[in-house]
């Protein structure tokens, strides 16, 4: 079946500093490929996705590529700042036969950023 | 704009009781979810409705009884809860084109 799988944290970094997040996938179809963010005491939301391959998803300084040649979607920002300590998830959304979408997700990389 | 509403928020259980947890998204998303979030683990699929009249097994449906009411409207059960059940719930909507999420704020169970 379809997995997720993304690096382990916790990632502690510097502010300015440059950020990866590894993720890669198993998918049996063609997946969309998303990150989320769930900053401390709230629910998850949407931080960029990309719908199908080389697409590039970005926002907020954030960037991943959808890279179907290395089931890939590695998260990336080039300065860090305080403000994006949260816990990252990565995650897969394939269309399945009753018309809608299954989403899973990997375990989720906590990235504390020191001023 | 509500977006996805959860019900209740936090609440606590014995051993052996039931509950609903109640879901309600105003978005005209046709798929609903309900997930579990423990540390460590991520997210994980309990079950999921990809459209009205439909319900499917997630990861790990042991446990829970899932209930698609509507389309609006998608309920979790529990029918003897177990301190394994001890999580914070949260259900989602997508959307029929992509897939993204959209989240509750989270219902935090706590089972003794």
């Known amino acids: 079946g379809d997995s997720v799988t993304q690096m382990e944290g916790p990632v502690t970094l510097s502010e300015e500093a440059f950020l990866t997040i590894n993720c890669t996938y198993t998918a049996t179809g063609y997946p969309s490929l998303f990150w989320y963010v769930q900053y401390p005491g709230e629910g998850l939301q949407l931080l960029l996705k990309?719908?199908?391959?080389?697409d590039k998803g970005s926002n907020k300084g954030f960037e991943a590529t959808y890279r179907k040649e290395t089931t890939s979607f590695h998260l990336e920002k080039g300065s860090v700042q305080v403000s994006d300590s949260a816990v990252y998830f990565c995650?897969?959304?394939?269309?399945?036969?009753?018309?809608?979408?299954?989403?899973?997700f990997g375990a989720g990389t906590r990235l504390f950023v020191k001023a | 704009n509500a977006g996805v509403t959860q019900t209740p928020k936090f609440q606590v259980l014995k051993t052996g009781q039931s509950m609903t947890l109640q879901c309600a998204q105003d978005m005209n998303h046709n798929s609903m979810y309900w997930y579990r979030q423990d540390p460590g683990m991520g997210l994980r699929l309990i079950y999921y409705s990809a459209s009205e009249g439909t319900t499917d097994k997630g990861e790990v449906p042991n446990g829970y009884n899932v209930s698609r009411l509507n389309k609006r409207e998608f309920s979790l059960r529990l029918e003897s809860a177990a301190p394994s059940q001890t999580s914070v719930y949260f259900c989602?909507?997508?959307?029929?084109?992509?897939?993204?999420?959209?989240f509750g704020e989270g219902s935090r169970l706590t089972v003794l």
């Open positions: 989602a909507s997508s959307t029929r084109r992509t897939g993204e999420l959209f």
């Open positions: 995650a897969l959304s394939d269309r399945v036969n009753t018309g809608g979408f299954k989403t899973i």
């Open positions: 990309a719908t199908k391959a080389d």
